[in-house]
């Protein structure tokens, strides 16, 4: 991947742009709302009282604390999936639709749509919603101003972003936010992010940066393979250094959350953000377990562990045995046998191994998820990548396809990328709201 070069031929450095963009006020973090928090019970009886609360507030718990203020005398569309909950766990259209401090007449539903109906690579359509009766608009597989047009015709002034994470550059959320960045901008309307935890940290970013060459909706610009941002830093670092034509944003921040945070800490409801992202475990090894969309292997969908089972027809106690010879920090292996229920060997038993992580600080996804493509290829003679190399789209560029059908070590692979990340790293560092 070429990294950060490719990220600096669009525009001004990190910094200055940013600046640029916060005294033109296209840019904000409403971090005070907090100070606006009543120490009573809150509006609509959206979060638990007592020994319950969790010790983060979302965004959207703050900024429902301080009455909505920055939506004020607006029309107020959203974008969300099942995961936009209070504390509570009542979702946060059903919240603002019964509120009269806000007016919320649309909802934007993005892959697996609104109420998280669809599987991979599907949405819901354009319907009312019945709980509500608010018009849904379909965002998915639309950017640009095909998308901007949607905006426009749902009749909103201000966009709001509300959408669970799972600190992968391939889960498409993301992209999801920076294409409607992207369509406000063109469509002249106003940006408000909504802040919610990355699941396994933002201690910091690992893996390859994206080639901009490589570009899709499974990573739109050249950040790494596991970020390390919330978010709200994300759409911070969209607007300063990727989007051509900044949108008018501002962020709502969290209370309580810290860097080194697994969502476990927050003590905030996991919501599946997708089918195949049952619990935070499978968001700890997915930045580098999803590879294996690359194979020929099975990355688990169709069984309960998607993502901490792989395997294929053939696969035998040899590659949990290389694979825990390499000693990877903080994970062991264990020879597995399953049989997926849809998906890649549906209905088949497949071998391979489970992934046990027992020290989440010291465990790195995506070098793991390296050295598990390099043991698979070397004990197991059925192994191929798709034909289509998608490979190549999910790390970035060729250079891991290449490099591992070369023979190269994992070690050997994860240094080819070292400038590229410290490059990134040292960007992303200027987004960053949390310590």
Request: aromatic residues 10%; neutral net charge; glycine residues 12%.
């Amino acid at each position: 991947m070429t990294g950060m070069s490719a990220a600096n031929s669009s525009g001004p450095s990190g910094p200055s742009r940013r600046g640029l963009l916060a005294a033109t006020g296209a840019v904000g973090a409403l971090g005070s709302l907090g100070a606006a928090e009543p120490a009573g019970p809150r509006h609509g009886g959206d979060e638990p009282s007592g020994p319950a609360r969790p010790r983060v507030r979302t965004g959207f718990e703050r900024l429902a604390a301080g009455g909505y203020g920055p939506l004020e005398g607006q029309r107020v569309g959203v974008v969300t999936n099942p995961t936009g909950v209070t504390a509570a766990v009542r979702h946060i259209v059903d919240v603002m639709h019964t509120d009269d401090r806000v007016e919320l007449t649309a909802v934007f539903g993005p892959e697996h749509g609104f109420r998280g109906t669809a599987q991979a690579g599907g949405s819901e359509g354009r319907y009312d919603d019945p709980a509500t009766g608010l018009p849904v608009y379909d965002t998915y597989l639309k950017s640009g101003r095909a998308l901007a047009d949607v905006f426009t015709a749902s009749g909103v002034d201000t966009v709001v972003f509300d959408i669970q994470d799972a600190g992968a550059r391939f889960y498409t959320y993301i992209w999801t936010l920076y294409d409607c960045m992207q369509a406000a901008a063109l469509a002249g309307l106003r940006f408000v992010v909504l802040d919610r935890p990355n699941p396994v940290s933002g201690r910091t970013a690992l893996g390859p940066v994206l080639d901009r060459a490589f570009a899709s909706f499974v990573g739109r610009e050249p950040i790494a393979q596991a970020h390390g941002m919330t978010v709200a830093e994300l759409a911070l670092l969209f607007n300063g250094e990727f989007l051509q034509e900044p949108v008018r944003l501002d962020v709502v921040r969290m209370s309580g959350w810290r860097r080194t945070d697994f969502f476990d800490a927050t003590g905030l409801p996991w919501v599946p953000p997708s089918p195949n992202m049952p619990t935070p475990d499978t968001a700890l090894v997915y930045s580098g377990t999803c590879l294996f969309e690359g194979t020929n292997l099975s990355e688990g969908r169709g069984t309960t562990r998607p993502f901490e089972l792989l395997g294929a027809e053939g696969v035998d106690r040899r590659w949990a045995e290389a694979a825990n010879a390499e000693e990877l920090p903080g994970v062991r292996f264990r020879e597995a046998y399953f049989q997926p229920v849809f998906s890649k060997f549906q209905g088949r038993t497949a071998g391979g191994v489970q992934l046990h992580v027992h020290d989440r600080e010291a465990f790195d996804p995506v070098r793991t998820g390296i050295a598990l493509l390099v043991t698979a290829k070397r004990v197991w003679s059925g192994f191929a990548w798709r034909p289509d190399n998608w490979i190549d789209k999910l790390t970035g560029s060729t250079r891991v396809r290449t490099m591992i059908d070369a023979g190269a070590s994992a070690d050997e692979v994860v240094a080819a990328w070292r400038q590229d990340l410290a490059a990134f790293r040292a960007t992303r560092r200027e987004y960053l709201l949390y310590r």
